[in-house]
């Protein structure tokens, strides 16, 4: 029997049909099997969270530094290399006191490098309350004041940051900015077990060390790292305690400018080598590094690397090319990691701050307005 061509064509169009007609339920068979161990995924219970006291390989193993001699030095290290405590983290906090308008920037770059990273500690910035209420009449200053609480409300918007404006403290520093917010105040701070507080100017590369410090056990009000020069050291860890915060006050009342002395006397100090070490270093120990020195591995393992070079005011600033080419260390990996640590301290002031590099001051001296106060 032979088909006509109506036949055939019907025949023809009824296979494609079923051929696409089949494509699409195999298609759609498909996506219902990905679908379901997509949901099977979602639902499956996640893996038991790892116990607050399991080593952490990245934090826990990091050295302080150079033994500074002292017994102390052994017992830090063994809780480095053990397991981390477990600590409620409501009790320590990392807290920036700024008292002028050239600081405000670094600590916000702290607080948002904290956030980052998720530490998991309180963030607090101290600054004047005076701020709050402040009308300058001359323009720079102003415009000055206007930045500084535009950042310190980025801080709390955009960080989690508590803002906490304080007193001067006149008995103690009348006409005196430094001396009116002394950081041995911080010792007052009792709501919290252990604070944190990092010099400016600085980065923050890996907060996890810096956790660890913040969670280890420690009788001394007062513990930094130190090295041979008589800046002031890049870190300080706070037990705060009323009877402290007393003896502090009763010292400087009678002598603001003796805070310098105060702290090296009742400060623990930790060797800080002059070589570049893990957790906290300086820029300057850099100039000191050995030939097997590695820039990948020091900028991965730093915890806090306060930029601090003896020829440079600082690195918020636009250091004339000359200066800053003569301040580098030797050519070699220890250059590579300086020039590094400079340029990723401009970009992270412009990308957290929205602020270029000051000019230099028309005078290299002392810091008058919210420099780092000699002795802290």
Same mark, same amino acid.
């Given at each position: 029997?032979?088909?006509?061509?109506?036949?055939?064509?019907?025949?023809?169009?009824?296979?494609?049909?079923?051929?696409?007609?089949?494509?699409?339920?195999?298609?759609?068979?498909?996506?219902?099997?990905?679908?379901?161990?997509?949901?099977?995924?979602?639902?499956?219970?996640?893996?038991?969270?790892?116990?607050?006291?399991?080593?952490?390989?990245?934090?826990?193993?990091?050295?302080?530094?150079?033994?500074?001699?002292?017994?102390?030095?052994?017992?830090?290290?063994?809780?480095?290399?053990?397991?981390?405590?477990?600590?409620?983290?409501?009790?320590?906090?990392?807290?920036?006191?700024?008292?002028?308008?050239?600081?405000?920037?670094?600590?916000?770059?702290?607080?948002?490098?904290?956030?980052?990273?998720?530490?998991?500690?309180?963030?607090?910035?101290?600054?004047?309350?005076?701020?709050?209420?402040?009308?300058?009449?001359?323009?720079?200053?102003?415009?000055?004041?206007?930045?500084?609480?535009?950042?310190?409300?980025?801080?709390?918007?955009?960080?989690?940051?508590?803002?906490?404006?304080?007193?001067?403290?006149?008995?103690?520093?009348?006409?005196? =900015?430094?001396?009116?917010? %002394?950081? &041995?105040?911080?010792?007052?701070?009792? *709501?919290?077990? @252990?604070? #944190?507080? +990092?010099? !400016?100017?600085?980065?923050?590369?890996?907060?996890?060390?810096?956790?660890?410090?913040?969670?280890?056990?420690?009788?001394?009000?007062?513990?930094?790292?130190?090295?041979?020069?008589?800046?002031?050291?890049?870190?300080?860890?706070?037990?705060?305690?009323?009877?402290?915060?007393?003896?502090?006050?009763? =010292?400087?009342?009678?002598? %603001?400018? &003796?805070?310098?002395?105060?702290?090296? *006397?009742?400060? @623990?100090? #930790?060797? +800080?080598? !002059?070589?570049?070490?893990?957790?906290?270093?300086?820029?300057?120990?850099?100039?000191?590094?050995?030939?097997?020195?590695?820039?990948?591995?020091?900028?991965?393992?730093?915890?806090?690397?306060?930029?601090?070079?003896?020829?440079?005011?600082?690195?918020?600033?636009?250091?004339?090319?000359?200066?800053?080419?003569?301040?580098?260390?030797?050519?070699?990996?220890?250059?590579?990691?300086?020039?590094?640590?400079?340029?990723?301290?401009?970009?992270?002031?412009?990308?957290?701050?929205?602020?270029?590099?000051?000019?230099?001051?028309?005078?290299?001296?002392?810091?008058?307005?919210?420099?780092?106060?000699?002795?802290?």
């Amino acid at each position: 029997m032979l088909l006509t061509s109506s036949q055939i064509s019907m025949t023809i169009s009824s296979g494609i049909v079923f051929i696409f007609t089949s494509l699409l339920f195999l298609s759609g068979y498909v996506l219902q099997q990905q679908t379901v161990r997509s949901l099977q995924a979602a639902i499956h219970p996640p893996p038991p969270p790892i116990p607050s006291g399991a080593p952490s390989a990245t934090a826990l193993a990091r050295p302080f530094g150079h033994p500074p001699g002292s017994s102390g030095y052994v017992s830090y290290q063994k809780l480095l290399g053990g397991p981390a405590p477990d600590i409620d983290w409501k009790q320590a906090a990392y807290v920036q006191l700024v008292t002028g308008h050239m600081t405000v920037c670094n600590a916000v770059m702290i607080f948002a490098e904290l956030a980052a990273q998720k530490s998991r500690a309180q963030r607090v910035l101290l600054y004047p309350k005076m701020w709050d209420q402040d009308v300058e009449h001359d323009g720079l200053r102003a415009l000055e004041l206007e930045r500084s609480m535009r950042l310190i409300r980025v801080a709390a918007v955009r960080y989690g940051v508590v803002l906490a404006p304080i007193e001067e403290m006149l008995d103690i520093g009348a006409g005196n =900015t430094d001396a009116a917010f %002394p950081l &041995s105040g911080l010792l007052s701070m009792t *709501r919290f077990d @252990h604070i #944190l507080y +990092l010099r !400016s100017s600085g980065l923050i590369i890996d907060s996890s060390a810096l956790d660890t410090l913040l969670s280890l056990p420690t009788n001394a009000s007062l513990t930094s790292f130190s090295d041979s020069s008589t800046a002031p050291p890049p870190l300080t860890l706070l037990t705060p305690s009323r009877a402290a915060f007393q003896t502090a006050i009763a =010292t400087l009342r009678g002598n %603001p400018s &003796s805070e310098h002395a105060y702290l090296r *006397r009742n400060t @623990h100090f #930790l060797a +800080l080598p !002059s070589t570049p070490a893990p957790l906290v270093s300086r820029t300057s120990a850099l100039h000191n590094a050995s030939e097997d020195f590695d820039a990948g591995t020091f900028l991965s393992q730093a915890g806090y690397v306060q930029l601090f070079d003896e020829d440079i005011k600082g690195p918020e600033y636009n250091i004339p090319r000359d200066v800053f080419l003569q301040s580098r260390p030797r050519p070699g990996e220890a250059r590579s990691a300086w020039e590094e640590l400079y340029e990723m301290y401009r970009m992270r002031r412009m990308a957290v701050c929205g602020l270029d590099l000051e000019p230099m001051p028309a005078v290299f001296g002392p810091e008058t307005d919210g420099g780092d106060k000699v002795g802290t």
